[in-house]
């Protein structure tokens, strides 16, 4: 089915009121990814500093979960004990990182501090030691590494993030194959489609309208000539290689009202097979069920092994009764596999920011990873315009700047 946001729920988040608190306790970094929009300015945080934002998220973001990002976060000497504090808080805290230093010791405290799980970063664009060359097909195997790992731990949960960019496209459905393979262990897959500025082409202006040096920007480069992938050609691919994956919900843009910002599918499987995907009237009762009786939206299921119970929505979600449809017609062909355990697997798809014609960022609306700076809520993609020119940026095409009139410096 095409992409139509009247199909789709759209998420009932906002700025107050969030499934997710995106918490940066380090811009240090043991790998140099592509897609990477931090850079090394200011070095870890304090956990003084590191508790007042937990704090501040509580207040002022009510997440379910905060995601501890950075920089990479198991570089943080503390780190154990912002899983902690955030735990006795009372939200879920997940860690997001490249797992280089992943070990099945440091797991087992991360669990006894409190940990919920991880989402770990992995595409060809890092540059990995030992896995340099190597595509998003062969990536599966470090990624099946530690999702082994995770699995036996016991308790946590994995998703797995990767860039899009151009040249990787194609590859997307390898990665899907292997999630698929893995639905027992890995709860969920993200997309994130690759975007970059360049200085070629373009120009910034601060606040005061004055131009600053774009190139400052770890993510700005001198050129890019590829036409950048879209968030509703990622969902065709994998819909075209997958047709029981169908999209439950999205959040659109703040300027574009045609953008699918976020875009995500909860799929419905066995280890054997996926059956197919729960429909929007399913994420909206588990948005507004869970905000109901925690006060918090949903952002990850701790527990992806859902069981049948999930049928029980059926006669309200159309989509989930396809799906029972197709599990049932292979329980009735396999009566064995009525005892085969049925998880919940999401695929998000996240279009980072595009710069429309007048310099302005259609940014993600309601944005998920919104992080604390200066006492402040914002978009963690942009915090460096922040770090290093006081505020976000405004960019235009350098061809667009009024032309020096001849002979008018004379
Ligand atoms: S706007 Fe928010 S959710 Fe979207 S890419 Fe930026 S930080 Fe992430």
Redesign the pocket.
């Known amino acids: 089915m095409p992409l139509d946001k009247r199909n789709l729920y759209r998420m009932p988040w906002s700025m107050n009121d969030n499934a997710i608190a995106?918490l940066e306790v380090t811009d240090i970094c043991n790998l140099r990814c592509e897609g990477c929009y931090r850079q090394h300015l200011t070095g870890h945080k304090t956990l003084e500093q590191i508790k007042d934002e937990i704090r501040f998220f509580k207040q002022w973001r009510n997440p379910d979960n905060v995601s501890i990002a950075g920089g990479e976060p198991l570089l943080h000497p503390q780190i154990m004990d912002v899983v902690a504090f955030i735990a006795e808080n009372g939200m879920k805290p997940i860690v997001l990182t490249n797992a280089v230093t992943f070990s099945p010791q440091l797991l087992r405290e991360f669990k006894r501090a409190g940990l919920a799980g991880f989402t770990i970063h992995i595409d060809s664009h890092q540059g990995r030691p030992h896995w340099k060359d190597k595509n998003e097909k062969d990536l599966n195997e470090l990624r099946q590494q530690y999702a082994d790992m995770v699995a036996a731990e016991k308790g946590l949960y994995v998703i797995f993030n990767s860039t899009v960019y151009p040249s990787t496209f194609h590859e997307i459905p390898d990665v899907v194959r292997w999630g698929h393979a893995n639905m027992d262990r890995v709860a969920g897959l993200v997309f994130i489609t690759y975007r970059t500025a360049t200085t070629t082409d373009n120009v910034a202006f601060d606040l005061h309208s004055q131009q600053v040096d774009l190139g400052r920007l770890s993510y700005v480069r001198d050129q890019f000539d590829e036409r950048f992938v879209t968030s509703p050609e990622v969902y065709q691919l994998i819909q075209d290689n997958f047709p029981e994956y169908e999209a439950s919900c999205y959040l659109g843009g703040t300027m574009v009202h045609s953008s699918f910002?976020?875009l995500a599918a909860a799929l419905v499987g066995s280890r054997r097979k996926v059956f197919g995907s729960v429909g929007k009237q399913t994420m909206e009762v588990a948005q507004a069920g869970h905000h109901l009786f925690s006060g918090t939206y949903l952002a990850y299921l701790t527990k992806s092994r859902v069981g049948a119970k999930i049928f029980l929505l059926c006669p309200w979600d159309p989509t989930l009764r396809k799906t029972w449809r197709s599990w049932l017609g292979d329980v009735v062909r396999h009566p064995g596999h009525l005892f085969d355990p049925l998880y919940i697997q999401s695929i998000g798809i996240?279009q980072?920011?595009d710069i429309q014609p007048d310099g302005r960022a259609d940014?993600?609306d309601s944005?998920?990873?919104?992080t604390v700076y200066d006492g402040k809520l914002i978009?963690?993609?942009?915090m460096d315009e922040y770090r290093l020119f006081g505020g976000f940026l405004s960019v235009t095409k350098r061809a667009n700047l009024p032309q020096p009139e001849p002979g008018g410096d004379r």
């Open positions: 995106w910002k976020w996240i980072a920011p940014m993600c944005c998920p990873d919104m978009n963690s993609c942009r």
